[in-house]
Structure formats: structure tokens, C-alpha cells
């Protein structure tokens, strides 16, 4: 069976599991913000109107001296992209024929990208728990030209601190590795610790970030990257002219003008993650140990999953499936945090598969 190798568009989901399309859905297959876009952006929709008919800037540089103040970084050590997408096909580009390794589990899209340039991948499985096991982990760093690691990690939504991070950076740049860590969801989490001043001393570091997720625009296709200056030269020079469309440009500055909506936006991730893990435990459900909107879900009593994917699917409640998610394979499903609300529905429906599958603990 093929099953989609993202979250949302739902209906190739219940095409792949052969059954019949809703009337209705709650989708937590996406990891958006519940919040939706800062308010600024339908209060001032109407005035993108008049950009429409020019092109936009090739060098976003109205964008890049907004995150260069925000982050106390150079413009010129700024790339910006359409999505994470983009920037990591970028990535996959300059490392074109070099020995890449991906902790896993991870976003499918570095493995796609490696492979189509003709990367050398190979992996690294997390144990159970999905600690990084430090000494571990560098001792298999020799001979590689790079590595990927996501933080916070998609899928399992756990958070890497500096402890851990600093000495796997220290040990990159002894063997003249990139370390490439996408922080697409690190404004979802109050525990983050920048990693942009260690830009300064460690060149091999590279920094991927996304502005659809918690600004909820996935539609628009925006996110950034923060690196060495050679290094982001190197890169655009694989960038197409005009990638990032005029909208997006205007509407990603307009976010980031917002600092409220992020922090508004983590109060209420907290707020909501201690309800559901509260009925969780009460209930038997096995979580991942989460520190952003969204999460990895079992039940104790199944091996297999389908079951209460299914059961879902039937009730139009959307997971994300875990097939193509190595070390996970299907073992577990991803559920983001949404609305009040959706969480209230979505515990309805997992009360209602516990008294149809009870434990006997």
C-alpha cells in the first residue's frame, strides 16, 4: 500500500486506506498553528493586492533586514525560501555526491533530496526513548561531509537542548561536517536556547527555519536559513530568480512584526498538551515527551496501530500515519494540537476506542 509521504491533503489518505471520504473532518495530520495567521494578515489582506502586478525583489532584502535584526545575524548570512522545501532541495544540491547521514526518525524530505543528488546516505536510528546517545552518535561521525538533525524532531516533537547540542557541533567541526539542524518547529517550545551565536564560531553550522507552521501560512511557502556567508553565496546560486513570491515577502514581514502571536501561541500549546496527556494516562495511551504542538500516540494494548488509525479514518478524525517514518513504521501515530474544541472531539473519539478495547492492566 502507498501511503502519502506528508500530513494534510487528507483525501489521498482515505484513498490509500480504501475508504469513502467524510462529509466532515478534523484533520491533525498538519502541524499548524490551531490559532491560525496573525491578525494583521486578513486585516491587511486587501493591501497585497497592489504587488501582484510587479515582481518581486530577487534579493528579498526587505525580508532578510527584518530577520537580521530579529536574530543579530548578517543579511548576507540569510537565505530565504519557498518552505522548508525549497531550502532543503537547496541543501540537497550543494551536497551532490557526498557522504550524508540522517538521524532518524526524521522529515522524509532530507532523504528525498540526498538521494535524487546522489547523496551517500546512510542513518542513524535513535533508540527507544529517541535520546541522542552523544558518544554514540560522534563515534560515527568520521568520513561525513554532513548530518541532519531535527530539532525539535519531527516526528516525536522532542527537544534537543545546548548540553546536547554544543559537543555534537564541537565534534562537526573537528571533522569538517555540516550539521545541519532544521528548527522548523523551535517557536512552538518555551525551552528553545538560540543556536544562531554559535554561527559565528562554527561555520559547519547550518540553521533551517520555517515561517508556515507557526504563522499558520503553509499556503504561501516561506521559510529561511541561517549560515556561514560563503556558504549561503554557494547556495543561491542553485535558487531560481523570483522563488519567493511578492505576497509571501510582504506577509512574512508582517509576521514577524507580531511577537505576541508567538507567544500567545505557546501559552496555549502548554495549555491544551497538559489536558490531552492528562486524559492520555488516565485512559492508557502512550505519548512521545513532546515540547511542541504535536506528538506521537500509541495504545499500550496494540502492537499494530491500524486498528485505531482506522477507527479514526471512520469517525473523520485524521492522524498522521507513521509508514514512512524509519524506526517507527507504523508503530505509532501523530496527532497535532489543535483548537480546544478539535482536542475535545479527538478525546471523545479516543474514549469512545477505549470502552470498545478495554485494558485489563
Known sequence: ?????????????????????????????????????????????????????????????????????????????????????????????????????????????YKKACLVNNCDVSYYRLSDGWEIHLDDLIGKLQGMDAVFLCNPNNPTGMYYKTSILLPLLKACKHENCFLIIDEAFYDFTAEYEPLVPFLKDFPQLILMRSMTKVFAIPGLRLGYLMADGGLIEKLSEFQPHWSVNSVALQAGEWCLEDENHIFKTIQFIQSERNVLFDFYQEHHFEVSNTAINFYL??????????????????????????????GLDGRWLRFAIRTSDENRRLMEAMQAWRSLNPLFL
Open 1 to 109: 500500500m502507498k501511503w502519502p509521504l506528508h500530513g494534510s491533503n487528507p483525501q489521498y489518505l482515505y484513498e490509500a486506506a480504501g475508504l469513502p471520504f467524510p462529509k466532515s473532518l478534523l484533520d491533525f495530520s498538519a502541524n499548524i498553528n490551531p490559532l491560525g495567521p496573525p491578525a494583521v494578515l486578513q486585516k491587511r489582506w486587501g493591501d497585497l493586492f497592489q504587488g501582484m502586478g510587479t515582481y518581486p525583489d530577487p534579493h528579498m532584502a526587505s525580508l532578510k533586514e527584518k530577520i537580521s535584526q530579529r536574530e543579530g545575524v548578517e543579511p548576507g548570512q540569510i537565505l530565504i525560501g519557498n518552505g522548508g522545501a525549497e531550502i532543503i532541495s537547496l541543501i540537497g544540491r550543494l551536497l551532490s555526491g557526498k557522504k550524508v547521514m540522517i538521524v532518524e526518525p526524521a522529515f522524509s524530505e
Open 297 to 326: 500516540l500509541r495504545d499500550i494494548g496494540l502492537d499494530d496501530q491500524y486498528p485505531l488509525f482506522e477507527f479514526l479514518l471512520k469517525r473523520g478524525i485524521v492522524p498522521r500515519h507513521t509508514f514512512n517514518f524509519t
